[in-house]
């Protein structure tokens, strides 16, 4: 007998789950298997913390590490997959560098990205950076990808509406599978204090010409380096502030932001700014991502607290929770 399910959260993560169970990918089910797949989503796409991602493939401040591989691994197929199939998708695969780090700074996944290898020599390290590592891999448009998944997901009769709750009971009430992908919005809503805001401030700016993305990310610093080029600009970051929940552009940190990426790239110090963006990320101690029953009897599967790595798990972390609804709890 088929379900109806209602995914609670219109951000990437939410999107990406809704379209693996409308298409009947994942647990084993196959497709059909499920009923109408709802999305409630309280913002619309443009106004959710994945609109203002930068969009590179990349696992980032995210937990558990021993299950971050695998998720990643998946989103990268797949992404990888789409950046040649659909070009709707905003998806496209970028050659750029990861600085300060080594091989044996990660984790076995490193092994499975296609091309990574240590930078070498001036011509692929900026001034004053001792190491890093080169990759191509994905670079997402986030608006058109955001997009892409909600056209993807209606083509396979799901839905998107606007609507906020105060209880994940709501959702039960309307279908006997919920899954609750509301990112931040999980700390009052389960409720869980271990999900918190981390700050990430940006600037978007006319393109001089860069065509390769640039990383440079401290986990233990508040403050980052990167240039990433889309379609719309070059987006200038970063910070990575935890706790702070202020989403207002701060003019001071926009302009140490482009000062630094101008120690990169030095043309940068001239571009016009064309926007800023302020998004905060949902991190937690680890993501959640497990079933529990409902006190109203419905079947509940989160998977929420990816923190800035959201686009990077995305499929990976969906499939597994395909895999969890389709075996609820007796």
């Known amino acids: ?71 990643s691994l998946e989103t990268l197929r797949v992404l990888t997959e789409l950046a040649g199939a659909a070009p709707d998708a905003g998806v496209r695969i970028v050659a750029g560098t990861q600085a300060g780090i080594t091989p044996a700074d990660l984790g076995p996944w490193a092994a499975e990205v296609p091309g990574l290898r240590p930078a070498t020599g001036p011509d692929e390290l900026p001034g004053g950076v001792a190491a890093g590592l080169r990759a191509r891999v994905p670079l997402v448009d986030m608006p058109a990808y955001l997009t892409y998944l909600r056209n993807r997901l209606q083509a396979a009769g799901g839905s998107v509406v606007r609507r906020g709750i105060a209880s994940l009971d709501e959702a039960g009430d309307a279908a006997p599978l919920v899954v609750n992908c509301t990112g931040l919005g999980a700390r009052e809503l389960v409720p869980d204090t271990d999900v918190r805001p981390v700050q990430g401030q940006l600037v978007i700016v006319e393109n001089p010409g860069v065509e390769e993305w640039f990383v440079a990310a401290d986990p233990a610093s508040t403050d980052t380096v990167y240039a990433l080029p889309q379609p719309y600009g070059l987006v200038l970051g970063g910070t990575a502030r935890e706790g702070v929940w202020d989403t207002a552009p701060d003019p001071a940190t926009a302009e140490a932001i482009v000062a630094r990426c101008a120690r990169v ?60 609804a389709a075996r609820p709890a007796h």
Request: hydrophobic share 40%; charged share 20%; net charge positive.
């Open 265 to 324: 790239h030095p043309a940068l110090a001239d571009a016009r700014v064309i926007a800023h963006r302020v998004g905060l990320r949902p991190a937690r101690s680890r993501v959640r991502l497990e079933g529990e029953r409902l006190p109203g009897g419905a079947w509940c599967v989160h998977n929420y607290g990816h923190g800035g790595a959201g686009v990077t798990v995305a499929w990976g972390c969906a499939r597994e929770a395909a895999d969890l």
């Open 1 to 71: 007998m088929a379900h109806d399910v209602v995914v609670v959260g219109g951000g990437v993560i939410g999107l990406t789950t809704a379209v693996v169970l409308a298409e009947g990918a994942g647990g084993g089910t196959p497709s059909g298997s499920w009923g109408r797949v709802t999305v409630w989503s309280r913002d619309p796409a443009p106004d959710t913390t994945s609109a203002v991602a930068g969009g590179l493939w990349w696992p980032y401040r995210i937990e558990p590490r021993e299950k971050v591989g695998a998720w």
